[in-house]
């Protein structure tokens, strides 16, 4: 199949950046978004072009690295899909695609559709973490974990930060992020004796990266490719209440 | 938000309490009336309880925009750079959508309801009327618009209450296990339908001539 792309180019942090269209052509349906962007690149470079800057690794949906906005949708309107896993089956001949990055005053683009997400690892490294002497790993048997909560803490923990619920919020706020990484630990017998310190410089720390407040529109959850769930804000605001009211 | 919304909800129940004394004809309603003045009297001065309402209404609606305010100021912020193509929405949530518009609407419906119904300025009856006379003047079929305005704002309330009870509860950390989070969920639509209901029975029936 045919295809337009609309690809937001930017040469750098400085560049002010535009919309720049291209066609690509014989455009297999078996191939990943990310493959599709590779054959538009491969025939840049062929004519001398730069090629179209984008973030990608294991590319088996797991690693937390690609992403991009496809049609105003994170990720793009396959539910539970990351960029590299959403195939071009779902599109037709014809097409017109729009292609940008996320867009955060927090995420900072560096290149065409790659933005620097060091505000994510700034916010784990204020909290995101249980102080335990390392060592080889403990009896599991030793700390005994309810199903339900090990379940619920599994979920949470499933949470790859690639930075979509960020994109997808209309206030830009990363509160998804935050109390998947909160909750995963808050859930379990673990995190505990940390928990209050936790949520207070984790929240802390998101609002001061310049992320948005959180209003509950729920469309952080809808393209989370993880499927993160909603309730996990309710346990990040239930902590920092607790925190915040001590 | 949340906080001063749960004042502001609670308010919304005894007032739609109050309205529905209205089909209980006009001594009952007048009678109400009355004794939310003189309530705790002679003990406490008269309107001890309406002037204790209206200010916390006023500082909870003013705590309320304000909120709402730097969420949007904060929100612009976060996000400098607009997409370009027509952001969808993946959450089906309309009523979501209607908050920031549907607060203005909300705080317009208020300034004429009590121009209307609490000072009669605008009210045929004017002020000294009984308030059961400016209610049922205030809805005659000849000022049916009138009547569709408080309609269109009851809905309004409606919808703003759907997305913000259930935010509420959000915000405050109670729904944090599925079946909890559904229950609440389910309380949200309830309370939001009950009080619309509510609230447009007396307008609707006095427009069709139900209640004269």
Known sequence: ?246 | MAVTGAVLVLFLIGHMLGNLKVFLGADSFNHYADWLRTVGSPALPNRTLLTITEIVLVVCVALHMWAAVSLARRAAKARPVKYAAKRKSQANGYATHTMRYGGVIIVLFVIWHLLDMTFGTVNPKGGDATPYDRMIAGFQPDRWWVALFYLVAMVMVGLHLRHGLWSAFQSLGLTRRPRVRSTLQTIAVAVSAVLVLGFVAAPVCILIGVVK
């Open chain 1, 1 to 246: 199949m045919n295809l337009t792309l609309k690809i937001w180019r930017q040469k750098g942090s400085s560049d002010k950046g535009r919309m720049v269209t291209y066609r690509v052509e014989d455009v297999s349906p078996d191939m990943s978004f990310l493959e599709m962007l590779d054959v538009l690149n491969e025939r840049l470079i062929l004519e001398g072009d730069d090629p179209v800057a984008f973030d990608h690794d294991c590319r088996e949906g797991i690693c937390g690295m690609c992403g991009m906005v496809i049609n105003g949708v994170a990720h793009g309107e396959q539910k539970l899909t990351t960029t590299c896993q959403l195939h071009m089956r779902h599109f037709k001949d014809g097409d017109v695609i729009t292609i940008e990055p996320w867009r955060a005053a927090a995420f900072p683009v560096i290149k065409d559709l790659v933005v620097d997400r060091s505000a994510f690892d700034r916010i784990i490294q204020a909290g995101g973490f249980i102080s335990v002497p390392a060592g080889s790993a403990p009896e599991a048997h030793s700390v005994p974990v309810p199903k339900a909560d090990a379940d619920a803490a599994f979920d949470a923990a499933t949470c790859i930060g690639c930075g979509a619920c960020v994109a997808a919020c209309p206030n830009g706020s990363a509160s998804l992020f935050t109390a998947a990484k909160i909750t995963h630990l808050s859930l379990l017998p673990q995190g505990q004796p940390e928990r209050e310190s936790r949520a207070r410089a984790m929240v802390e720390q998101m609002d001061a990266e310049g992320f948005g407040g959180c209003t509950n529109t729920g469309e952080c959850t809808a393209v989370c490719p993880k499927g993160i769930p909603f309730d996990t804000i309710a346990q990040m605001n239930a902590d920092y209440l607790k925190a915040a009211s001590k």
